[in-house]
DNA sequence: AACTCGTGGCC
DNA sequence: TGGCCAAGAGT
């Protein structure tokens, strides 16, 4: 019975979606710039961002070059446009801290603006092929029920990255390839609410199917209702201005008919302490 | 560690 | 119909 990651090697070479990112020489800002999208945007309403996203901006200086309120009107309704925000302070930092090239170096990625544990090992190892674990809510979920026996894994941990490394191959071109298949199999076989476990390719090996596929309880957090929210609220705001054919709104006319002023007022606010609008003037417009 | 932060599709 | 879910990060 071959291992776990010789099993996720022979089945990703045969079932891995055509997905822009994984084509040759996609290049490392086009890596990032995905990676950034899919950072809880599905990889289907990506896509389609992303090609205009990297065809406007081909590199991080032509979008370092252009106002962070291009970035986030560009973001359109991709949803936490904070990333927007982040990506154009991330691509400043390239230019000014590494010539305009996406670092290679886990440490230099992670100390870039919404670069955390995730995106900057996902950038290191799809864009230049290094050896480290990637570990994804996909691998998270792989990892609990294949190797830990449980029905869903717990919240994240700091351990995440050492558990998938043990099942990385000494071999650096295979463990990439450890890394996506892993991915790839709890996006579309391993996934959280009716896995496919008879198509699963590491059937053979998982802890969790051994077990009887027991029940073991779920930890995860639930996310709070949108409905109602202050996220809502602020989306709303920003809709607005991204609508607005100038990017700019008298305040009294932002959502002036929000059932709640108190939370209009709290979203305008919260969205100023954010970088995400400007207030000048009675006016509020898109950061410039 | 727990909480916040958008948007839309799916069963 | 309405929770659930989605290649997370910052605070």
Redesign the pocket.
């Known amino acids: 019975m071959p291992d776990i990651a010789t099993a996720l090697i022979e089945w990703y070479r045969e079932n891995a979606?055509d997905?822009p990112?994984?084509r040759d020489g996609f290049g490392a800002w086009g890596t990032l710039v995905?990676?950034?999208m899919?950072?809880?945007?599905?990889?289907?309403?990506?896509i389609p961002h992303l090609e205009a996203w990297l065809e406007r901006w081909p590199t991080p200086a032509d979008l370092a070059a252009d106002a962070p309120a291009e970035a986030v009107q560009q973001w359109?309704?991709?949803?936490?446009?904070?990333?927007a925000l982040?990506l154009h302070r991330a691509a400043v930092e390239i230019r000014d801290r590494h010539d305009g090239v996406v670092p290679r170096d886990v440490d230099d990625l992670?100390a870039?603006?919404?670069?955390?544990?995730?995106?900057?090992?996902?950038v290191a190892v799809?864009a230049y092929g290094d050896r480290h674990p990637v570990v994804?809510?996909?691998?998270?979920?792989v990892i609990a029920r294949a190797v830990e026996g449980r029905s869903?894994p717990g919240?994240?941990?700091?351990a995440d990255l050492a558990r998938m490394d043990a099942l990385l191959p000494r071999d650096i071109a295979a463990s990439a390839l450890v890394n996506?298949a892993a991915?790839?199999l709890?996006?579309t076989v391993c996934?959280?609410?009716?896995p496919r476990c008879e198509t699963c390719p590491i059937a053979s090996a998982c802890a969790w199917r051994t077990a009887g596929y027991p029940d073991t309880g779920?930890e995860?957090?639930?996310?709070?209702?949108?409905?109602g929210?202050?996220?809502?609220?602020?989306?709303?705001v920003?809709?607005t201005l991204?609508d607005a054919a100038t990017h700019e709104v008298a305040q009294a006319e932002v959502i002036p008919t929000w059932p709640d002023a108190r939370q209009r007022d709290?979203?305008i606010d919260?969205?100023v302490v954010?970088g995400?609008i400007e207030a000048v003037g009675g006016m509020l417009r898109l950061p410039r």
Do not use: C, H
């Open positions: 979606r997905l990112w994984r995905s990676e950034f899919l950072q809880q945007t599905p990889v289907t309403r990506v359109a309704n991709l949803g936490y446009p904070r990333r982040w992670l870039l603006t919404g670069i955390g544990d995730y995106t900057a090992r996902a799809f994804d809510t996909n691998t998270r979920r869903q919240p994240p941990a700091k996506a991915m790839e709890g996006a996934t959280a609410r009716t779920d995860r957090r639930r996310q709070a209702p949108y409905e929210s202050d996220r809502q609220a602020r989306g709303a920003l809709k991204r709290r979203a919260s969205l954010d995400l």
